[in-house]
């Protein structure tokens, strides 16, 4: 199976699941434990939600097919990445309601990606959807910190410039934030 | 400390704003960010057309994003779409490179990247 180089491009694809179920409010808490060795992904979403069989489908490589498509490959993906790294996938979902997933993964393991560019994809995942509103979040031993899209909308106001202008800036903002937490990805 | 109706009214003030680019915005870029996308490199693709279209300080287009649109196998795939034509031109197996290219030449300069079109319509 082909795997994703990072974690945060695992993130970016989930979010997009969730981007696509119409959710208008997007919450990823990373977590990340030297002590605890485990790194947890977490992504609550407010958009259409699943039922039981629906979470057994998108989590099922084979029943996935081309031209049914809903959820791809994506998951089991993840699924599969999680699972060689000692941990876990785990979906709870209501349909109306939304959706929440969660991958762990010992931090140690020799499988696991690394987090990656989470800056890139955080930022890119605001600008892309702008209709949403994403929090995200994330701790470490160290410390946390959280970042939003009313991070974009102050910084709008304040300065009277387009959000494109703050993609950089942006990317930064956290990229400090996550050396001062002492992330280590 | 700013208060609730506060943080309201920036957020209006935000939305008011990228609102007023989308109706404005000649052209629309559509970055496909299925896992067959993402798979492919579209998470640098679009940050190469974001870093072009503010380097270049380019105010008519808006990028957002979408899902899988069926044909992974020519992913990376972007779609510049022109809002008063409707006509879309979809990009396939494209890099950072090209990306930028496509901003520069066809979204400010009104010409298509013939090399990498995978359909026009």
Request: aromatic share 6%; charged share 20%; hydrophobic share 40%.
């Amino acid at each position: 199976m082909t795997r994703m180089r990072e974690l945060s491009l695992h993130i970016l694809d989930i979010v997009t699941n969730s981007v696509e179920a119409e959710a208008s409010r997007v919450i990823l808490w990373i977590d990340e434990s030297i002590a605890g060795n485990l790194l947890r992904i977490r992504v609550r979403d407010n958009g259409r939600g699943m039922t039981r069989a629906m979470i057994d489908r998108v989590t099922d490589p084979f029943v996935t097919t081309r031209t049914t498509r809903a959820v791809g490959m994506g998951l089991p993906l993840l699924q599969q990445a999680a699972a060689s790294c000692g941990g876990r996938l785990e979906i709870e979902s209501q349909p109306g309601r939304g959706t929440t997933l969660q991958a762990t993964f010992a931090h140690n393991s020799l499988n696991r990606s690394p987090l990656g560019d989470i800056a890139a994809t955080v930022v890119n995942l605001i600008i892309g959807a702008p209709e949403v509103h994403f929090v995200y979040g994330h701790r470490t031993d160290g410390g946390y910190f959280t970042f939003d899209s009313y991070w974009f909308y102050a910084r709008m106001a304040e300065r009277d410039c387009s959000q494109y202008m703050l993609v950089e800036p942006a990317q930064q903002w956290i990229q400090e934030k996550l050396v001062l937490i002492g992330s280590i990805g | 400390m700013k208060s609730l109706s506060d943080l309201r009214a920036i957020k209006d003030k935000a939305k008011k704003e990228m609102a007023a680019r989308e109706q404005s915005a000649k052209f629309r870029i559509v970055i496909a960010m299925g896992t067959c996308g993402i798979a492919a490199g579209a998470r640098s693709v679009m940050s190469a057309i974001l870093d072009e279209i503010n380097k270049r300080n380019v105010t008519q287009a808006v990028v957002t994003q979408t899902g899988c649109l069926g044909f992974c196998d020519q992913e990376p795939l972007v779609q510049v779409v022109q809002s008063d034509t409707g006509i879309t031109t979809t990009y396939g197996k494209i890099s950072a490179e090209i990306a930028r290219k496509i901003v520069v030449d066809h979204v400010m300069g009104g010409q298509v990247v013939s090399s990498h079109v995978f359909s026009h319509e």
